[in-house]
């Protein structure tokens, strides 16, 4: 594993913190200070560029925005898609501002991106450990999906989840056939009825428009009869218009040779005629009305539309659309009518899928059950180390219908007493074990899920003396592989086998409460170390039982 972890944490205006810049070391970390002093706010802080919800009332009081910038060594890990967004220094730095209006921005190598994107980076790169994850423990319905990401088969998983969206699709085509056949005889009726009705009707488009229009030139029959003819007597009757020009254009004809630039008058005559003969024809080809009853064509075409008017409201829809559902309701019918052989055929697929469905749900059930065991030994391994020797940690699979995930149900059991039967975690497991039992989880999974910054917040729950130091020992053990480990905690024990020691307090200022932290030097550990052993009265004999405990820690990290 490479050296990729965080190097920097900027805080402004989240809580108690007004400005804060924290270099973080590689190796194991601490933070201690004193309760409400903001060592979690600095996990808030680490979790809102994690992605977690941006809560408003995390921006420290009068002011319109928090914002958190952490910086990660990317040598040794691969941002896959996500490169391009690495400085050119193999780090990348990562941005998240929520503001009092409820918006938020999320930024990587300068560029913005969605609060979705940013949770896929910076999940690569840390895992926040808190109260609430071991609390997950004790619920049996995470444990599979911790097994399955212990197990590493996402191309099992895939194939299979591929595979029961295939089936699912399939069975709910075999429920729909089934439910059709079960009302077929009476569906059938109705279409029968439903397609007769449309076919006699014989709806052409556009039709509806055309008898409107009909209807309104029979309506005013009479009106235009009489315009018409008055029109055309005018034009072309005995003592017409047209008349007129023919009268006009014989008498010019009769001028010409005579009266010079006559032919053009002549000319212009013999146009308009032309033009005046055209309008003449026309009305009486255009106008004409082939009907010797205009009130029983009214009657026919007010019959005709009210019957399209009835069918639009009946299937709702416009005049195009009856078509279209004629066609829709022919397709249905020779559904029907084929009903049974395409349900006995897609039931047929059906076996066919679930055969394929159960060998893939048999090959994660066999890996599965596979990782478990070696999850147990490893896990039993590491509670041992936790002051948990007699400990039996089990998987208990069970069976189920076919799930998203397969046919597996998994609940992790334990016996932390030689001679007792595992049971459910939730039921015996005390705050302290399932603190352990969460740590040894951790520890499995630490190389194995690739994230090289592991935080933990409050891990020691439950937990003091000797446990508390073989603790802080694992936790040391975890940076090995090149892991970085940041651990807020109350123990003394853990404390002194830090690398480093982050130590977190708030002062008061002009009426202001602020967050600051410090990287103590050995000597500033002996006081910080005697506060957390000796509470309000710090005597110089809680000191120098805190000199000795740092002495201590460091002989047992070299021994390890």
């Known amino acids: 594993m490479g050296t990729d972890m965080l190097l920097s944490l900027y805080i402004e205006n989240v809580a108690l913190i007004k400005k804060l810049n924290i270099d973080i070391n590689a190796g194991f970390t601490v933070l201690t200070g004193e309760t409400g002093g903001g060592k979690s706010i600095i996990i808030d802080s680490l979790a809102l560029l994690c992605g977690s919800r941006?809560?408003?009332?995390?921006?420290?009081?009068?002011?319109?925005?928090?914002?958190?910038?952490?910086?990660?060594?990317?040598?040794?890990?691969?941002?896959?898609?996500?490169?391009?967004?690495?400085?050119?220094?193999?780090?990348?730095?990562?941005?998240?501002?929520?503001?009092?209006?409820?918006?938020?921005?999320?930024?990587?190598?300068?560029?913005?991106?969605?609060?979705?994107?940013?949770?896929?980076?910076?999940?690569?790169?840390?895992?926040?450990?808190?109260?609430?994850?071991?609390?997950?423990?004790?619920?049996?319905?995470?444990?599979?999906?911790?097994?399955?990401?212990?197990?590493?088969?996402?191309?099992?998983?895939?194939?299979?989840?591929?595979?029961?969206?295939?089936?699912?699709?399939?069975?709910?085509?075999?429920?729909?056939?089934?439910?059709?056949?079960?009302?077929?005889?009476?569906?059938?009726?109705?279409?029968?009825?439903?397609?007769?009705?449309?076919?006699?009707?014989?709806?052409?488009?556009?039709e509806e428009e055309g008898l409107e229009s009909e209807k309104s030139v029979l309506v005013n029959y009479e009106k235009i009869l009489d315009n018409v003819k008055t029109a055309l007597d005018s034009l072309d009757g005995r003592d017409s218009a047209l008349m007129g020009l023919y009268k006009a254009q014989e008498a010019l004809n009769r001028l010409e040779g005579v009266l010079s630039g006559i032919s053009d008058y002549v000319k212009r005559l013999e146009s308009c005629s032309y033009e005046m003969r055209d309008i003449v024809d026309s009305l009486k080809s255009d106008i004409s009305i082939d009907c010797d009853s205009p009130e029983k064509r009214i009657d026919e075409i007010e019959e005709r539309l009210a019957l399209i008017s009835r069918l639009k409201r009946k299937y709702r829809t416009d005049e195009a659309g009856l078509s279209e559902k004629l066609k829709a309701l022919k397709k249905e019918k020779e559904e029907l009518v084929t009903s049974d052989e395409i349900l006995e055929d897609r039931k047929n697929e059906l076996t066919d899928k679930a055969k394929l469905l159960q060998a893939l749900a048999d090959t994660l059930s066999i890996k599965r059950k596979s990782a478990a065991l070696k999850l147990e030994k490893e896990i039993e391994a590491n509670l041992s180390q936790l002051d948990m020797p007699s400990v039996t940690f089990a998987t208990e699979f069970g069976r189920t219908p076919f799930t998203p995930t397969g046919t597996d149900t998994a609940e992790f059991l334990i016996s932390a007493n030689a001679g007792e039967e595992p049971r459910s975690i939730a039921r015996i497991a005390s705050g302290g074990e399932l603190s352990r039992i969460m740590l040894s989880v951790k520890s499995a999974f630490a190389e194995i899920d690739g994230v090289t910054t592991v935080v933990f917040d409050e891990i020691d729950t439950g937990i003091s003396g000797k446990t508390s130091e073989r603790i802080g020992l694992k936790l040391k053990k975890l940076t090995e592989p090149g892991i970085q480990i940041l651990c807020v905690t109350h123990s003394p024990q853990i404390a002194c086998l830090a690398d480093t020691h982050l130590s977190v307090s708030k002062a008061e200022d002009g009426g202001r409460t602020y967050t600051s932290v410090k990287e103590l030097s050995f000597e500033e550990r002996i006081n910080e170390i005697a506060r957390i052993m000796g509470g309000i009265q710090v005597t110089e004999a809680v000191r120098a039982a805190s000199r000795e405990a740092l002495v201590r820690a460091a002989e047992l990290k070299s021994n390890n």
């Not at 809560?55 to 958190?68: N, Q």
């Not at 780090?91 to 994107?117: E, F, L």
């Not at 399955?148 to 729909?176: F, M, T």
């Open 54 to 206: 941006g809560d408003r009332s995390l921006i420290r009081t009068g002011e319109d925005f928090a914002c958190v910038e952490g910086i990660f060594d990317l040598r040794g890990v691969s941002l896959g898609e996500d490169a391009e967004l690495a400085d050119n220094d193999q780090t990348v730095t990562v941005y998240r501002r929520i503001t009092a209006d409820g918006r938020s921005v999320c930024k990587a190598g300068g560029r913005t991106i969605s609060v979705s994107k940013l949770k896929g980076i910076v999940s690569r790169l840390v895992n926040i450990h808190g109260q609430q994850d071991t609390q997950a423990l004790s619920d049996p319905s995470s444990h599979l999906n911790l097994l399955d990401a212990y197990a590493g088969h996402e191309r099992e998983l895939e194939a299979y989840a591929a595979s029961y969206a295939a089936y699912i699709a399939l069975e709910d085509e075999v429920k729909r056939l089934g439910k059709i056949n079960e009302d077929k005889l009476i569906r059938l009726d109705v279409l029968e009825f439903q397609i007769n009705e449309l076919d006699g009707a014989n709806i052409i488009e556009g």
